[in-house]
């Protein structure tokens, strides 16, 4: 009994769809795993984007010396809402609206009757408990990256990949302020 070349042939093709589909189907699926953990973490910033107007209101009623901070904030803010900009610039602009939202929340402390602010408190907790939800979609977000960027540099499917002109995603990532050793006796003199 002689398997006829036929046979053979359409094997050959057979299985070269049944890779070419497996591969093209896991970039896609790594793609949108990305897309997806990207998306949740916009839906957490706009609740940030949100609660940070009448953070600042409230904290400009108390803090007349610390306008630059609250300026900076609602400038990144209005940046990030208004223009149209990269996925890589914007993860730069979130990080420096969260170093400054930091910088505001290390400031209040030098203003009692701010603190002790009923609405303002309400708002820094909403505020706190946002960023660590942020924090966790940054975690899901970057994990969805690594398999995404390792998929579309691994052979085979680094040939679909190229093919399909995707790119390496970039990863949210700590500035070097943010890896530095935190001085709590600067902290704690502010």
Known sequence: ???????????????????FANFYNKLIKSKNQVDYAFSTIDVLLQKRWDLIPNLVAVAEKYMQFEQKTLIEIVKLRTKVISERVSESTRVTIEDQISRNLDNLIVTVESYPELKTNEHFIQLQYS????????SAARRFYNSAVTEYNNTIEMFPTNLFASWMNYQLKIQFQASLQEKQNVNVRNLLNQ
């Open 1 to 19: 009994m002689s398997i006829s070349p036929a046979f053979i042939l359409f094997s050959f093709w057979l299985i070269t769809a049944f890779l």
């Open 127 to 134: 505020l706190t408990e946002i960023e660590e939800q942020i």
